[in-house]
């Protein structure tokens, strides 16, 4: 067995509405398990029986766990997920998708729905950054951008 870190991402009640939401906006992810609370350990989780305990699924080969587990945790800008892409059009589509009742923040982040925090990014950022010649007037354009957008970071 191979060691592997998957994240365990705590929702209130919306475990599998969440994992449902994130397979359908990658092109290679599936749901994979769905565990329920039993009437065991009621009076400490005070889920009903059959309340869905946790969703397995994947995203591009990474796992993750959505857990049910109550209101008492959220999710803060602490943790966030970064998607690398190839094109504006692909940073358009999971921008406008992930931040539809969510919120748009600076320099590529953003929160979904659930609060979940993304960062949207270029492949071609960090080469850019790589550059000393070209890094600070990357980042001053960059500063400026909510969802980035490739083509004034070329002209940076």
């Given at each position: 067995?191979t060691d592997q870190i ?101 320099c590529g982040w953003l ?46």
């Amino acid at each position: 067995m191979t060691d592997q870190i998957v994240p365990c991402l705590w929702f209130d009640t919306q475990a599998e509405e969440a994992a449902l939401f994130y397979t359908s906006l990658f092109k290679n992810a599936s749901i994979h398990n769905i565990s329920r609370y039993g009437k065991e350990g009621f009076e400490t989780h005070g889920m009903p029986e059959g309340t869905v305990l946790t969703v397995e699924f994947s995203i591009n080969g990474q796992k993750f766990t959505a857990l049910n587990g109550g209101p008492m945790f959220k999710f803060t800008e602490a943790i966030s997920l970064q998607v690398f892409c190839d094109s504006q059009e692909e940073i358009d589509l999971y921008w406008d998708a992930l931040t539809a009742e969510g919120e748009e923040s600076y320099c590529g982040w953003l929160k979904d729905k659930y609060g979940l925090s993304w960062q949207i990014v270029p492949y071609v950022l960090p080469q850019l950054m790589a550059d000393p010649k070209r890094a600070g007037a990357v980042t001053r354009a960059f500063l400026q951008m909510r969802k980035f957008d490739i083509e004034m970071l070329l002209k940076a």
